[in-house]
């Protein structure tokens, strides 16, 4: 999963990310792309271990790509380039300022900053899908796909972002290649100082956040470096003290996994344990396939036990001797926390 983080200069976007991330990249550094990989905490995952003391433990992954803006203090706008690595995300995080920097003239406006991004990102979309009706048209392409561009140029002149438009009513596999950033799932961070980290949103911007099919939190950045910095025994009561029941990034993981709805599945053995993300709905088949590509070309059957299941019983072969394996085809879905072992033959 990649989640490209975006923001207004001054923000603090590089902040979150060295926050979420662990690394140290330098602040204001621009004009390159930052990576880091978190590891997503799983207590299944850990038990799981504990009962296969495999030789190698791996966890699901988040990717953060801290995207760059090539503009000054005071302009309000992301860049061409910006807006093209914003495509090239499975999904936007935009942090948006609500703290004094003094390197910024504007006063902090949360609101304002939203609207902003999400004007930008539907002009883009809107460019995009002009162009395609016009080219549509003297192509004589498939009404099929003119419908579905015809229904996305009415989402984005009501101002609604085409993430919103549901899924019964426009076929995405048909808009693939197009990077259309208003369909890419949003994560707002609304990025506070410290005396007000422990805010909520606000019901103004909260309601905004949802009108554009988005979610949203609220930290600040400065103190969740600060939790980071310690050692974990002296986290939680850090955290007590600024009036925080968690972490930023456990947080930001599970609205993240709520915003994709995203579910995790296992498999296990002496080698590894391993837990792997999917997309909720996923069919087996496909599931075998973020394995790696040949489960997937010669699948025949997934063998499954839930996790519970397997907990309750306490090994493989108990499952199985209880008549509690599911022996599935390609069309199962894939639920979370279910245990996997992929038939194949390639």
Same mark, same amino acid.
């Given at each position: ?120 990102? &539907? /002009?883009?979309?809107? =460019?995009?899908? +002009?162009? *395609?009706?016009?080219?549509? %048209?003297?192509?004589?392409? $498939?009404? #099929? ?118 579910? &995790? /599945?296992?498999?296990? =053995?002496?080698? +590894?344990? *391993?837990?792997?993300?999917? %997309?909720?709905?996923?069919? $087996?088949? #496909? ?60």
């Amino acid at each position: 999963m990649k989640i490209g983080l975006v923001g207004f200069a001054g923000s603090g976007k590089t902040t979150v990310f060295n926050t979420m991330t662990g690394l140290d990249v330098p602040v204001g550094f621009g004009g390159e792309l930052r990576h880091g990989v978190v590891r997503v905490p799983d207590k299944r995952v850990d038990a799981l271990s504990r009962v296969f003391s495999p030789r190698k433990t791996t966890y699901a992954e988040i990717s953060f790509t801290d995207i760059p803006g090539e503009h000054g203090a005071e302009q309000k706008g992301l860049s061409t380039r910006a807006l093209q690595q914003i495509r090239d995300q499975d999904a936007v995080c935009l942090v948006l300022r609500d703290f004094v920097n003094p390197a910024i003239k504007l006063r902090p406006d949360p609101l304002r900053d939203l609207e902003a991004f999400h004007l930008e990102g &539907s /002009f883009a979309d809107y =460019g995009i899908v +002009e162009r *395609r009706l016009e080219r549509g %048209r003297k192509e004589r392409a $498939a009404a #099929q796909e003119m419908a579905a561009f015809e229904r996305m140029k009415r989402a984005l002149e009501g101002g609604k972002p085409l993430r919103s438009i549901p899924t019964t009513e426009l076929d995405r596999g048909q808009l693939k290649g197009y990077g259309l950033i208003t369909d890419r799932p949003l994560l707002v961070i609304v990025n506070r100082g410290e005396a007000r980290a422990g805010k909520s949103l606000g019901q103004q911007l909260a309601q905004r956040i949802a009108a554009l099919d988005a979610a949203g939190l609220a930290f600040s950045a400065s103190v969740e470096a600060e939790v980071a910095a310690l050692e974990p025994s002296e986290q939680a009561a850090f955290l007590e003290g600024m009036g925080l029941a968690e972490s930023a990034l456990a947080r930001f993981i599970r609205t993240a996994y709520g915003l994709l709805d995203l579910v &995790s /599945f296992f498999t296990v =053995g002496p080698d +590894e344990v *391993r837990a792997w993300s999917i %997309r909720r709905g996923t069919k $087996a088949r #496909q599931a075998a396939g973020t394995i790696h590509s040949d489960l997937e070309r010669g699948f025949i059957r997934a063998e499954v036990i839930p996790y519970t299941v397997f907990m309750e019983h306490g090994s493989e072969q108990a499952v199985k001797s209880a008549g509690l394996l599911q022996v599935e085809g390609k069309g199962y879905e894939v639920s979370d926390g279910d245990i996997v072992h992929v038939r194949f033959n390639v």
